[in-house]
Structure formats: C-alpha cells, structure tokens
C-alpha cells in the first residue's frame, strides 16, 4: 500500500510554477493576477479563500481578495463579477461557494467571463470539457488527474466507481476519466444518493473517487483488495483536543480502508492540497493565454 503524498506533489509543482513567474518576471512578461469573491463570513470558506490568496503570494501571483457583506443583493454582486470581467489586468476570478441562499449562484457562475473562469465552472468550460475541447478544468477534478498521473498509475481500461454526483468534483470527475486521454479511458459508474447495493457496486471498483461529504462513509466492505482510493471529502468535525476546535474527516475510514488499497490518499494532505494547486495552473493558463487566446 503506497499513500499518494498530495501535499509534497503540490509543493512540487508549486516550485514549477513560482519558477516560471520568475521567468515572466525577468522577461517583462504578464504576471498573473487571481481575483478572489468572498461573500458573507462561512467559517470554511475562509480558510479556503484564505489559503488560495496565501498561495498567490507563495507562487509569486498578485492576488485581490474582493469581500462583501451577506446582505449584498444579486444585481450588486453580478455588477462586482462584470468588474472584474472588464478589467484587462485581472487573468482569474473565483466565486467562493456556498453563497446566501438570496443569490442564484449559476447565474453568477454564468456572469464571469468563461475566459476568467479558473475555477471551470462556467457552462461553456464545462460544456468545452465535456467535448474535449481545451477548457478550464475545475481545481479538485484537475488535482485528482495530477496525482494520477505523477504516481504512476494505469488508467486505461480500469472501472472507476466515482461516488457523489456534485457539481465541482463527481460530475466532471466522471466525465474526465471516461475521455480517451493519458489519464482516462476508465469505464466510468457515477454513483449517488439513490444508487441501489452502493458497497457491492464500489467493490467493484479498481479506481474509487470518495466525493459525497460524508465523514468516513466509505469502510472496508467498500472496497476491492488493490484498488486505488481517492478520498475528496473534507467535512470539519468539533473536537475540542484540537487548538482549532475541530478536525477535518475525508468520506473514507483510514484506518480500516487503507490496508486493502494499493494507493490511497489521506486526509488532509492528500487532494485538499492539490486543489489550490490546480487553480494557480489554471490562473497561469490565464495569464498566458493558452486555454483561450487574449
Ligand atoms: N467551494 C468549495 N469548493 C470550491 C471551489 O473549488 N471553488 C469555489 N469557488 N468555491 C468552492
């Protein structure tokens, strides 16, 4: 059993990455600029915004960090997002999700200009990828083929069992590991919260993707002995040994799950890691107008 190390394989390619602004820098080129939207005070959502401004600064990114109040009608928000749009400067913008249930957040994902849209959840980008098109591939989705990839292992021709249907993780995650590419070529079962005999349908899986939010959910009856597990989940658990006040559980029980796999990702440390990471990627796409031409 090999543990994939997400938080050393995201240092990594932070290291690529904050190599290459320098040589932006020393050619006078365009420096990368993330803009950040945060609405409202979410507890996780702070540290995650938090955490994706830190790593701007790590990589040599410039980054604005815009924040509003929760009471911030719809109308004044998708005006921030056309700001943000109109200003050349700017190569990325982020919503962070959850917003306050009085704002529709498709109609705001669908008022950024899908050429800024790092976190590829604009129609087009999704629609793009679905297609195969070049595309802004969203971070968690994009992290998980990374870690794929710099490990080693064989995809193609694999069942890969992806559990949770989400927007941002289970739905481009099947969709991703079905396109016939390096890491890809699965035969892909989407599973959800009305799949019927959910544990013998994961045994069966060579590749299994934990993306539902349900702390430690998946146990060892889950799983097939050598598969490969990746575990999205990241649900804060109250406990009151810890300074922060709680713990951060993933969708799959370690301790009992581990053991069987022949690679598996730990929480945290594993994908949470890699996530960020995917979004600087995205944003130096961005800036250099690979995804979509300036
Ligand atoms: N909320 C939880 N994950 C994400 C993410 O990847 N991007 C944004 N914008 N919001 C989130």
């Known amino acids: 059993m090999q543990i994939i190390d997400g938080k050393a394989t995201a240092d990594e390619i932070k290291k690529e990455i904050a190599l290459e602004v320098q040589e932006i820098k020393a050619s006078g080129g365009k420096i990368p600029h993330l803009v950040a939207i945060l609405v409202g005070n979410n507890g996780a959502s702070e540290t995650y915004v938090a955490n994706k401004v830190k790593s701007c600064e790590e990589v040599g990114f410039h980054s604005t960090l815009l924040r509003f109040e929760p009471t911030i009608t719809e109308d004044e928000l998708l005006l921030e997002v056309r700001k943000v749009n109109d200003n050349d400067d700017m ?36 629609g793009r990828m679905a297609k195969g098109l070049p595309a802004y591939i969203s971070a968690t989705p994009q992290g998980i083929l990374d870690l794929l990839e710099r490990y080693n292992i064989e995809t193609s021709g694999k069942h890969c069992v992806v559990v949770g249907r989400s927007q941002i993780v289970g739905l481009p995650m099947s969709i991703l590991m079905q396109r016939n590419t390096k890491i890809g070529n699965c035969t892909v079962t989407l599973t959800h919260s009305k799949t019927k005999d959910l544990s013998a349908v994961c045994a069966t899986a060579d590749i299994l993707i934990a993306a539902l939010g349900r702390p430690e959910f998946i146990t060892a009856e889950y799983v097939k002995e050598g598969a490969v597990v990746i575990d999205v989940g990241l649900t804060r658990i109250i406990d009151t040994s810890k300074k922060s006040g709680f713990a951060l559980k993933g969708d799959v029980k370690f301790d009992e799950v581990a053991p069987k796999c022949s690679f598996i990702t730990p929480v945290p440390k594993g994908v949470g890691p890699m996530t960020i990471v995917s979004l600087m990627k995205n944003t130096l796409l961005s800036a250099k107008g690979i995804i979509y031409a300036k």
């Open 91 to 126: 190569d990325g913008l982020i919503v962070q999700l959850p917003l306050p249930d009085h704002i529709n957040p498709d109609k705001v994902m669908e008022a950024i200009n899908y050429k800024k849209d790092v976190d590829g959840f604009h129609p087009i980008n999704i």
